[in-house]
């Protein structure tokens, strides 16, 4: 079933772009097919540090797969460092938030719609207003990425501790358990669970949120190739990149849940 999707998706992908025609100011097709992808790939070489312009990768230059893969390699060292540190603060300051409003219920009540209101918010048109706050250095690059990060964290923590089911507590109760270790020992680490959905979401659209902030403000990284490869009308390029920040969010979603499976293995 999976060969077959493959194919699939790859038969609909090259139809689109014979249907779609090429772009009048390039040549290029404006829905580049499997075979453009895989000739514009060492084009990545004219990103890495200390290489020709990026203008040139438009001029037909070729260059080998070995530097386009030295440069990819630096890039993607360099978002997935900046997505770390965002994710790894995000979730904490959303958990930690999350259990300070959840210990009264009152307080938790007073919070929801607060914390509801996280999953409108349009996070990736946040991305100019850090580069406004905090201007171009990586303080503001790991502001945003651990606020967006937050933001989607912290509605499922809540969620997830809300959720517990009461007789948790009361078992812990009959058995002469105070309040704040019925909390601390029996509430919070039942609630563990419960946030999957949003680590999982938060590594997948990750790759997005770092794509869009380093696009706007770096030098480097994978955003800076996107945005060095519009700038020049480089649609192949960005067609490549598109294919690879696919594969990026596939394997992080597939880490990061197995990860998580094992840490919360014995709910099982």
Sequence with gaps: MVA????ATLLIW???SLLAGVSPI??????PGTLDVIRS???LAYYAPGSPDALLASSGAGTSV???LKSLLYHTGVSALRLAIGLVAGIAIA????????WNRTIRRAFMLPAQAFRMLPLLALAPLFGIWFGSGQTGTYA???FATFAVMFPVAVSAIDHVPGYYTNYARSLGAGSARIYLSVVVP??????RPGVLLSVAFGWSMVLAVEYISQGNGLGFIVSRAQEFSQINTLAVMGCILVIYGRFSYVAAARGFDRLVRWQE
């Design 144 to 146: 945003y990425l651990a």
């Design 14 to 16: 090259n139809a689109a």
């Design 41 to 43: 790939f060492p084009n």
């Design 95 to 102: 958990c930690l938030a999350a259990v300070l409003i959840s």
């Design 190 to 195: 039942a609630a563990l669970p419960g946030l």
């Design 26 to 31: 390039t040549g290029d097709r404006l829905v």
């Design 66 to 68: 070995g530097a386009a």
């Design 4 to 7: 077959l999707s493959v194919l």
